[in-house]
Antibody
């Protein structure tokens, strides 16, 4: 069974940093790109970025470019989302999702909540 | 970025009804469109990909159509478990973008 499990969410002050993890199981992790999508409380879905099979292939939404970094450790079946210079508007549930057809998503994690507040 | 506009934003319907949700793209995206269903507190679930292909395990009452800039999701004979929020998402042009969502409520 394909599973993705996020962790690392929590409460942080504006300007702070946080690292989220996404652990995959039930599939050949190193053969799939992984995306991050977020959802602010009561709002819609927003694309954050992705990392391809090759770590050199990464994309970031303009809203997080220069502040967030995505990396992967295939030995640990894990993708990371390093978030820095956090803003109130970054507060959201963050989901990781497996790539399907190069740009959409077939399996999602359960999400992890990031709260940014002073 | 490609903007996706869903209509309606909310919809009230009864069990057994047939409903249609529309998604319009700000530019041509071919058939690179997905429909997701999301229930409160849960991750989105993919229903339809490539505009009209049903994901494995999704009931046949769900169908999708369209190409270019105009797409529809139809649910035949609504079931109680179908009341949720639905999102379209394009994956033709990066970044992938989502519609604002359509909330389907019980009448």
């Amino acid at each position: 069974e394909v599973q993705l499990v996020e962790s690392g969410g929590g409460s942080v002050q504006p300007g702070g940093s946080l690292r989220l993890s996404c652990v995959g199981s039930g599939f050949s992790f190193d053969r799939y790109g992984i995306h991050w999508v977020r959802q602010a409380p009561g709002k819609g879905l927003e694309y954050v970025g992705n990392i391809g099979i090759n770590e050199g292939n990464r994309f970031y939404a303009n809203s997080v470019k220069g502040r967030f970094t995505i990396s992967r450790d295939n030995a640990k079946n894990t993708v990371y989302l390093q978030m820095g210079s956090l803003r109130v508007e970054d507060m959201a549930v963050y989901y990781c999702a497996r790539d399907f057809k190069d740009g959409t998503f077939d399996y999602w994690g359960q999400g992890t909540l990031v709260t940014v507040s002073s | 970025d490609v903007q996706l506009t869903q209509s309606p934003s909310s919809l009230s319907a009864s069990v057994g009804d047939r409903v249609t949700i529309t998604c319009r793209a700000s530019q041509v995206i071919g058939n690179y469109l997905v429909w997701f269903q999301q229930k409160p507190g849960k991750a989105p679930k993919s229903l339809i990909y490539s505009a009209s292909s049903l994901q494995s395990g999704v009931p046949l009452r769900f169908s999708g159509s369209g190409s270019g800039t105009h797409f529809t999701l139809t649910i035949d004979s609504l079931q109680p478990e179908d009341f949720a929020t639905y999102y379209c998402q394009q994956y033709n042009i990066y970044p992938p973008t989502f519609g604002q969502g359509t909330r389907l409520e019980i009448k």
